[in-house]
């Protein structure tokens, strides 16, 4: 990583070693101020940050372990190196226990000062960027918003503030693992009806008989079991919000049942035929393309359009990669608290390989590698080693596919197809997803 255009403190009042750094730092591209002794570099420090200190540690005045305390104690976030002669190693030594970065020797060798300082400025980078995403952790969850930054997500959440407010439908669409739910819940805390309850069901996970009694309700003796009425859903989120999670599993009939309520506001329990009326908002999610649902006829169009009136679609974590990192801090607190571990932060390869994967199972995905490499950690930072192996540095290989110019578009078709399925271990469902197409098409290229 590049590191150009940092803030360098030089301090030594060896006059002529000073100009000699200023001008190798000047000339790797860094902005550099120098001090003549301990005294000028505290007063430099109090008017002005800097990224590293770099002090001669013997000195007439403030000696180079007091500008280490005082660099420590103006900016927390500053890096120090130790100049050091024949005879004062020691002392360096007890600088590094102090908080010092690194010590060099005296006469400074030109690429052993700028490696110690490279290093030294990745490591403040890397501090600066960890608390940068706490400070923006925190502010996300003071405001109880969606984690993520990228401007996909602004432009999803920003849609989200706009149509809060009103009662409209709304239809989240989004892959699985997306954060579907969070939306719809985000849409409740911001409404009007944010004192009434929020009631989700998932369509998927409820077989068609049960779903219909759950949403709906029944009378007792409607059927066998039914030994006394039984609210339904619809009455339970009366006056507040609804979330219908994956509505594209529902069965024609419920589809009917449904259609009534969006237009009447009615329904009738099972059992019974008086209509009931509620005031409730209907919030839909599916990972399903509705529209292809449509033309094959398993989901009604003019239930379709009911629900469609604002809609809103998630971006897959691909499509927003530079929200990893901070999710990933997200997923890194939460779960150190659950785990009572202390971990500090991701090494910056680590970090790379999550940011160069390509998340299939999305946000969902990323919380459980975070959770594993949490448990698994043996010191204070997620390293490479932590990750699944095929997130490890020199394991991305089959991610990527080499083909020569002059390919038939045929032929790239083909292997591209094959390839994906390699990578999803021959899931049809999952290599569609991947390439941004039907399923059935996946089976008619095969």
């Known amino acids: 990583m590049e590191l150009l255009n940092a803030r360098i403190l030089l301090v030594d009042d060896e006059v002529a070693h000073l100009e000699t750094l200023d001008r190798l730092f000047r000339k790797e591209g860094h902005q550099v101020e120098t001090a003549a002794g301990g005294q000028q570099a505290l007063d430099l420090m109090r008017e002005s940050k800097f990224h590293l200190v770099i002090t001669d540690l013997m000195m007439p005045d403030i000696d180079g ?110 892959e699985s693992g997306t954060g579907k739910e969070l939306f719809a819940e985000m849409i409740y805390r911001l409404s009007h009806r944010s004192d009434k309850p929020f009631i989700a069901v998932n369509c998927a996970a409820l077989p068609e008989s049960i779903l219909e009694s759950e949403l709906f309700g029944y ?61 409730v908002r209907i919030v839909a999610a599916t990972h399903k393309n509705l529209e292809e649902a449509m033309q094959e006829g398993t989901f009604r169009e003019d239930l379709y359009y009911r629900l469609n009136v604002i809609d809103i679609k998630i971006p897959p974590l691909r499509h927003r990669i530079e929200d990893v990192p ?24 680590a970090l790379d390989s999550l940011q160069g994967y390509n998340w299939p199972g999305n946000v969902r995905e990323l919380e459980n590698v975070i959770e594993r490499a949490v448990v698994l950690d043996t010191d204070d930072r997620i390293d490479d080693d932590d990750l699944p192996e095929h997130f490890q540095s020199g394991s991305s290989e089959g991610r990527h596919i080499t083909i020569p110019l002059g390919t038939s578009l045929e032929e790239i078709e083909r292997r591209v197809v094959h390839e994906t399925l390699k990578m999803t271990q021959g899931d049809k469902k999952l290599a569609a997803k991947l390439l941004g197409i039907a399923t059935r098409t996946v089976y008619r290229k095969l």
């Open 65 to 174: 372990m007091d500008v280490l305390k005082l660099a420590q104690t103006l900016q927390p976030e500053t890096e120090v190196i130790l100049m050091t002669a024949f005879g004062t190693v020691e002392r360096a030594v007890e600088g590094m226990k102090e908080g010092a970065y690194d010590f060099v020797s005296k006469p400074i060798k030109r690429a052993t000062i700028l490696k110690a300082a490279r290093q030294a400025l990745e490591r403040q980078a890397l501090v600066v960027e960890n608390r940068e995403l706490k400070a923006r952790l925190a502010d996300l969850e003071e405001e109880r918003t969606i984690v993520g930054q990228s401007p996909l997500m602004r432009e999803a959440v920003d849609r989200v503030r706009q149509v809060a407010s009103s009662d409209a439908t709304v239809l989240i669409s989004g």
């Open 219 to 279: 009378e007792k003796g409607a059927f066998t079991g039914a030994n006394q009425r039984k609210p339904g859903r619809f009455e339970a989120a009366d006056g507040g919000t609804l979330l219908l999670d994956e509505i594209g599993e529902l069965s024609p009939q419920v589809q009917i049942k449904l259609l009534r309520v969006l237009q009447e506001g009615a329904f009738e329990r099972l059992g019974s035929n008086i209509p009931t009326e509620v005031d």
């Open 326 to 349: 901070l999710l990933a801090e997200h997923f890194l607190r939460i779960y150190c608290e659950q785990n009572d571990r202390q971990v500090a932060g991701f090494s910056e390869t």
